[in-house]
């Protein structure tokens, strides 16, 4: 085989040429190369790459010089490509740990024992013996197999002694150990310190300015990072105009506030407040607040408080506490405590004169108990191209029906001795109810620039009581089900799927074609159907020096009905970091 590598300059020529009855095959390489110095760098490369390629007594045997020509003699030696393990000194219990146990006991191909010396060493990297080797001593070769004792040399134990950061980044030590799984005392990971970059790359308060530095002295392993604050407060707003369903010709503008607050004390904790307004005097304000590693545990607080006012229908109030376990890069499981409360502020008193029943909309009182997991693994958590999301949470309370009023108090002049408190007779007023939910997302790398998300999720209500409407679960708009009105949707149970294309252009930047395609159910006192909702649509995020700007255009139809474009939904969105 013959290759030509050019160099800069010209000045020296290197030959190299296969000798030897052992090689079966003509070698013969011409490098152009700039100077001499080159030359013993550039033949102890050839020989590396030939012994990685299995011919492993491949050597030089001399090197001539004639001008600026320069000819070295090869010997290629034979290819071996059958290997033996005859013994070996490595704990069972790390074999088995990596996979290893039948590897060992079968011929294998000279890249398979490559790989298997390769699993040992990152199994050693990672469980505390950073500077361990292996090695096939004892060798011996008949006709073209190779037998030998595969021998592991751990060194010496390294366990973790400080965790230090360099730079103007607040952040307290506890929570940057626990966030990182870098504690002291441990043995020291290679893989958790090759991780951490990934890690504070995800947290939106602090940035890595260089590398990790690891610094090695006695058994004692010092991990230096190197941090700087980054802009992590934030102001943003999401503009839609969308179509008006009730007015032919006019349009619905709605709005998005919202503001968050992090690491303001240094600890990673964060504060959140959002005001909608989804739809004409319909809003929604929400209040969250997270504290973690209370008191250097590995627990933490949350609370959220919650005010949806359904035009003049209903107003909710929803009031949630809950105590996290939180485990490395910000996963968790927690247990919470929710009160819901859900008030009518209108009441057609005239329909209910009328019909003789309540309306779809009740009072209600719901507290609930239940738990909440939280698994990620994904590569980018703002704009991730590999990896998946897990959440689940399921709770069951207790439901109250609150009698209203204005409905008991009413009186039908034409029948004065109805009693209208005997509508709520066929009610079970105190029932037991369940919800549970839960979300799966996969990024699928497909190129350098391109990546596909598939993601499914759903929710559910089971409840001893037909459900009100008031309690089911508001789907559609820009969050959940795109191409439809804000909210639009109501469901007892719904499955989401979703398809999504993106083409990166930057970390935090794409351009992006969706499909989103629901099953929906509708099971109360008043309805019993189904629904396949389907939303269709592209759109771009991009970041700026002021902030990140996006953009979506959506379709969204219901059954056998044709795509409007007259009804698409148009959103704006702008974060601003501060």
């Given amino acids: 085989m013959t290759s030509v590598f050019t160099g800069a300059a010209q000045s020296v020529q290197l030959q190299v040429i296969s000798q030897g009855e052992s090689s079966k095959q003509d070698f013969e390489n011409f490098y152009l190369l ?38 070295a003699y090869l010997f290629l030696g034979k290819r071996y490509n059958d290997f033996q393990i005859s013994h070996t000194n490595i704990d069972p219990a790390i074999l088995k740990r990596t996979g290893l146990e039948r590897d060992l006991n079968q011929s294998l191909t000279y890249f398979q024992l490559k790989n298997i010396q390769e699993k040992l060493l990152v199994d050693a990297e990672n469980n505390g013996y950073p500077f361990a080797n292996i090695r096939l001593s004892d060798i011996q070769i008949t006709n073209e197999k190779v037998t030998g004792k595969l021998l592991l040399k751990k060194g010496q134990l390294f366990r973790l002694a400080d965790l230090k950061t360099e730079g103007d980044a607040p952040l307290n030590q506890f929570y940057l150990e626990s966030y990182l799984g870098l504690k002291k005392g441990e043995v020291y990971q290679k893989d958790k310190i090759i991780a951490a970059s990934d890690k504070l790359a995800e947290l939106p308060f602090v940035k890595e300015t260089r590398s990790p530095a690891i ?39 709605t709005g998005d506030i919202d503001a968050e607050f992090q690491n303001q004390f240094g600890k990673g904790e964060r504060i959140h407040f959002e005001f909608e307004q989804l739809r004409p005097e319909t809003q929604q304000l929400t209040l969250e607040a997270n504290y973690p590693y209370l008191l250097k545990t590995p627990l933490g607080i949350d609370g959220t408080f919650g005010l949806y006012k359904r035009d003049s229908t209903y107003r909710d109030l929803i009031w949630n506490i809950g105590l996290q376990y939180l485990f490395e890069g910000g996963n968790y499981l927690k247990a919470f405590s929710k009160n819901t409360s859900s008030a009518l502020l209108t009441v057609d008193e005239n329909a209910i004169i009328r019909n003789r029943q309540l309306p779809q909309n009740l009072d209600i009182r719901n507290t609930a ?24 949470e399921g709770s069951a309370g207790f439901k109250t029906i609150q009698k209203n009023n204005k409905i008991t108090d009413l009186l039908d002049e034409n029948n004065p ?50 459900i009100l409407r008031n309690e089911q679960f508001r789907i559609g708009g820009n969050q959940l089900l795109r191409g439809f009105d804000e909210e639009s949707i109501f469901a007892t149970s719904y499955v989401l799927g979703t398809l999504e294309y993106r083409y990166l252009i930057g970390q935090n930047s794409y351009f992006f074609l969706f499909g989103d395609m629901a099953y929906v159910e ?57």
């Fill in 522 to 578: 509708n099971k109360t006192n008043e309805n019993d159907f189904s629904s396949q909702p389907i939303g269709l649509g592209a759109g771009m995020t991009f970041e700026t020096k002021a902030g990140i700007f996006g953009i979506s255009y959506a379709l969204g139809k219901l059954e056998e009905a044709a795509f409007e474009f007259r009804s698409a939904k148009v959103h704006f969105g702008f974060v601003s970091l501060f």
């Fill in 215 to 253: 610094r090695f002295k006695k058994n004692e392993a010092t991990v230096n990072l190197f941090l700087a604050p980054k802009k992590a407060n934030r102001f943003d707003f999401l503009i839609g105009v969308l179509p008006n369903n009730q007015e032919t010709g006019k349009v619905l503008i």
């Fill in 417 to 466: 001795t109805f009693n209208f408190n005997s509508l709520y007779d066929p009610l079970d007023l105190n029932t037991f109810q369940y919800q549970v939910s839960g979300r799966l997302d996969k990024y699928f790398s497909i190129q350098k620039r391109t990546a596909l998300k598939a993601s499914i999720q759903g929710a559910t209500i089971i409840s001893e009581n037909p």
């Fill in 369 to 392: 108990f239940g738990v909440a997991y939280q698994l990620e693994r994904l590569d980018y958590r703002f704009n991730p191209r590999s990896g998946w999301l897990l959440q689940v």
């Fill in 34 to 71: 700039t100077d001499t110095t080159a030359i013993s760098t550039t033949l102890n490369h050839l020989i590396d790459s030939l012994q990685q390629a299995a011919f492993l007594s491949a050597s030089i045997d001399s090197l001539n010089k004639k001008d600026t020509t320069y000819t």
